[in-house]
């Protein structure tokens, strides 16, 4: 007879994105989704940011994806910011309320601290806040603040 304990093997799970809170008490902005690949993120190498939302506003070649990684203990940003265009050429504009869908390529900081937060947003010029959502990573209690 073979003694065995009956136990469950650790399961990989997606960071949970929330809608990111204002600290100047203005209402949050539209939350959007994303899918992040290789899940986990791997520190020093390339993760694909696949975001999908809708906007209450009219999506123009100003409008850009924004995306970070902070310290959630000292709220720094480590590494570099992105921003990349959501619409260009014949595919702009993207009438508000439409659902739209951006793929971006970015680089992982080689070193991220433990805990830290993912940030990605939808802005517009001149810095406008459209959308925003956040995981933290390592401390899931809620979403980091954003000036807005």
Do not use: W
């Not at 959007?32 to 290789?38: C, E, N, Q, R």
């Not at 921003?83 to 739209?100: E, L, M, R, W």
């Amino acid at each position: 007879m073979v003694n065995a304990i009956p136990h469950q093997l650790p399961q990989k799970r997606a960071p949970i994105f929330r809608v990111c809170h204002s600290d100047t008490g203005s209402p949050s902005p539209a939350t959007i989704s994303v899918v992040i690949d290789p899940d986990p993120v791997i520190p020093g190498k390339p993760n694909t940011f696949t975001v999908t939302g809708t906007v209450e506003s009219d999506i123009t070649d100003q409008t850009q994806l924004i995306a970070f990684y902070t310290d959630t203990t000292t709220k720094a940003d480590i590494g570099e910011v992105y921003y990349i265009p959501i619409c260009t050429g014949n595919a702009c504009p993207i009438k508000a309320k439409t659902q739209f869908t951006v793929k971006a390529t970015l680089d992982t900081p080689e070193t991220l601290p433990n805990p830290y937060s993912i940030v990605v947003g939808i802005v517009d010029q001149p810095g406008t806040i459209l959308a925003c959502t956040a995981a933290n990573i390592g401390n899931p209690k809620r979403a980091p603040d954003v000036a807005g």
